[in-house]
């Protein structure tokens, strides 16, 4: 269900998640939709000779949860992403459990604008994805 949080009820330090288990699904969807098909991504023997010795999932492809918190639970429906940094600490394996976290920030009243914390972690707790999104909630 995609919520719609009204601006003005929206306070520093609001968090929301959502969790997804990558699948190999995932991963060749992402591929085909994008048209990254980076070996390291999509061919098991290519990434056996990686430092990651298997195959990833695409770095965008976690952040592509940030912005599904974003569109849907906080701060939900009509909200606009205006800009996104990140880092990439850990890579994403298929059959990880990764949770998307986004954490207010800083409310700009005068725009409507929210600088938001965004995290992706990984089941055992480590943080694969790390960055600050800024948004316009209209």
């Known amino acids: 269900?995609?919520?719609?949080?009204?601006?003005?009820?929206?306070?520093?330090?609001?968090?929301?998640?959502?969790?997804?288990?990558?699948?190999?699904?995932?991963?060749?969807?992402?591929?085909?939709?994008?048209?990254?098909?980076?070996p390291v991504h999509v061919n098991a023997e290519f990434a056996k000779t990686t430092m990651f010795q298997e195959r990833i999932a695409h770095g965008m492809l976690s952040a592509g949860f940030i912005s599904a918190v974003l569109g849907t639970t906080l701060p939900g429906a009509n909200t606009i992403y205006l800009g996104?940094?990140?880092?990439?600490?850990?890579?994403?394996?298929?059959?990880?459990?990764?949770?998307?976290?986004v954490e207010v920030l800083e409310k700009i009243e005068a725009k409507n604008h929210l600088l938001l914390k965004t995290t992706v972690t990984n089941q055992a707790g480590k943080v694969v994805t790390d960055g600050k999104a800024t948004v316009m909630k209209k």
């Open 1 to 38: 269900m995609i919520q719609d949080v009204q601006f003005a009820d929206i306070q520093v330090g609001d968090k929301a998640s959502m969790t997804k288990t990558v699948t190999e699904f995932d991963v060749y969807s992402f591929a085909g939709i994008t048209g990254d098909f980076n």
């Open 84 to 101: 996104q940094e990140l880092a990439f600490k850990a890579p994403v394996k298929i059959g990880d459990t990764v949770t998307a976290t």
